[in-house]
């Protein structure tokens, strides 16, 4: 039997290029669908994306043309268990040890970004 893919997608902007970040967490989501193993590293001011409510605020689209990001990161976490996890050297610059994160985030180090992509494919936005 074929080996699982794994992938992780490293997403670097937020509020600056929020369609990145859609483009990412919507083909993230497509992806998930056939099942394989799928997890987010982000880093500098995509890090924000683990804020909870942070994605709320991200109102760029245009009504019924894209999934809003905070759905997709609903989906993501609530219905396929994914990690998002978060650059511990971006933690203090976003002020993120001061607010409430998503569920399903965890603070690691670089070095764990270059664990994983020992093992998975990677995917930046």
């Known amino acids: 039997m074929a080996e699982k893919k794994k992938f992780v997608f490293i997403i670097t902007q937020s ?3 929020p369609d990145k970040a859609a ?3 919507q083909l993230a ?6 099942d394989i193993t799928l997890d987010f590293f982000l880093m500098d001011s995509g890090a ?5 409510g942070f994605a709320e605020t ?3 689209q245009k009504k019924d043309e894209f999934s809003p990001i905070a759905d997709l990161i609903k989906t993501l976490t609530e219905d396929f ?3 998002f996890y978060i650059c511990a050297s971006c933690v203090k610059h976003y002020e993120l040890d001061k607010v409430e994160l ?3 985030a965890e603070v690691k180090p670089g070095s764990f970004l270059g664990e994983m992509l020992l093992e998975r494919e990677g995917l930046t936005f």
């Open 15 to 17: 509020h600056e290029n």
């Open 23 to 25: 483009g990412a967490l």
């Open 29 to 34: 989501t497509n992806m998930k669908a056939f």
């Open 48 to 52: 924000l994306l683990a804020k909870k």
């Open 58 to 60: 991200l109102t760029w």
């Open 81 to 83: 268990g994914v990690k």
């Open 102 to 104: 998503l569920s399903n």
